[in-house]
């Protein structure tokens, strides 16, 4: 009789604790890419030319690449080291912005990118020679 009543208790619970939770949207519907209409001044934003390279999240995201190039680029550095590096990178910008590429469809606004495309974009920047990466911090002057 007490274990029936314990029974019972447990099943009342669960079905309540069924009934509390959000539902969470599947299939589809949770694919689809967020779209941003303004980068913030902590999202790095893909592409090429000056638009990128001039954004201040970029130049963050260059900087914070730059003091840790050395480390990935170690020869004793390991392939596991080499990835918690990169996952710290993708961290510092997760905990301030966003990872942005231009919407495929002409607008003027952005798409987040995936986790293991901005991971790759990392990996990429931490490969890269020393002299790329100036190239891509520095303003240049242009002549009158």
């Known amino acids: 009789e007490i274990f029936e009543q314990h029974k019972k208790k447990a099943e009342v619970e669960a079905s309540q604790k069924k009934k509390s939770k959000p539902r969470k949207i599947r299939g589809a519907l949770a694919n689809l890419p967020k779209l941003v209409d303004k ?60 990872f942005l590429a231009k919407e495929e469809d002409g607008s003027d606004r952005w798409v987040e990118v995936d986790e293991a495309k901005a991971r790759e974009k990392i990996r990429q920047a931490l490969r890269e020679h020393k002299y790329e990466w100036e190239r891509n911090t520095t303003d240049r002057k242009v002549k009158p």
Do not use: C
């Open 39 to 98: 980068p913030t001044e902590f999202d790095v934003l893909f592409g090429r030319g000056t638009g990128p390279r001039q954004h201040p999240g970029n130049k963050d995201y260059y900087r914070r690449v730059g003091s840790m190039r050395d480390a990935y680029r170690a020869k004793s550095t390991n392939s596991e080291e080499k990835t918690r590096i990169a996952n710290e990178i993708l961290s510092w910008i997760r905990e301030r912005g966003r």
